[in-house]
């Protein structure tokens, strides 16, 4: 296997990757750990869609009125074992934010850093207090009632990202990723991609319902208090 999962895995198919010549330290995961995680994702997600429903009526009802284009944001994730999911987002930024995207990661040439400034001028002005609550991200209730996402685990990939993975790396996929998750509660925005990669991997090798309660319970404080995020 080669170092990079590089372009020519990606487009054939992601799902491909043997994990078992993965190199790491793992144990299994228990089958009740797995069973109570979805449960508590089903009932947490329905209880917080009826919670907040009113919420992201009013958030949507902002978008529209304020700046063109769809209310949702619905882009290409690499989710659990690689398999491939529409992430659901409220949008933040411009109808032209993807062509703003590639011109500025050319000129910059960044391929391995997460690309958050925090003066990105893509990002509509109630984008801003969106994201910095993370409220933008309540729709992904619906991913995970769907079964794509977790509350707690790895932060879903963009496919281009994951091109500069390291098979070590890409061992983060062996859980299903979450709305909330290790590498969130450390440092949010504020992060390098390699960072990213070192939390989410600690929280692999680490994962059970202990650790992701403490990870619930960090999550809000951290939102609240809006530390390093943007």
Request: proline share 4%.
């Amino acid at each position: 296997m080669q170092n990079k999962i590089g372009k020519g895995i990606i487009s054939m198919n992601i799902s491909e990757v043997n994990y078992s010549e993965l190199k790491i330290n793992k144990r299994n995961i228990p089958l009740y750990y797995s069973l109570i995680k979805r449960g508590v994702d089903v009932t947490l997600s329905i209880l917080g869609i009826i919670l907040t429903l009113p919420i992201m009526i009013i958030i949507a009802g902002t978008i529209k009125v304020t700046s063109e284009g769809p209310i949702l944001f619905k882009q290409t994730r690499v989710g659990y074992l690689g398999n491939k999911f529409k992430i659901y987002k409220f949008r933040t930024m411009y109808n032209n934010a993807e062509e703003q995207l590639k011109k500025i990661l050319k000129e910059k040439e960044e391929t391995s850093i997460i690309y958050k400034p925090k003066d990105d001028v893509r990002i509509t002005m109630i984008g801003k207090i969106l994201r910095k609550y993370s409220l933008d991200e309540l729709p992904q209730l619906f991913n995970i009632l769907l079964g794509d996402m977790s509350l707690v685990g790895p932060r879903p990939l963009i496919v281009r990202e994951i091109e500069n993975c390291s098979v070590n790396q890409y061992m983060r996929h062996i859980a299903k990723p979450g709305i909330t998750g290790y590498a969130q509660i450390k440092c949010r925005s504020n992060t390098t991609f390699k960072q990213q990669m070192d939390n989410d991997l600690y929280y692999v090798k680490n994962q059970c319902l202990l650790l992701d309660f403490k990870i619930l319970l960090s999550t809000i404080p951290a939102v609240v208090k809006s530390k390093n995020a943007w």
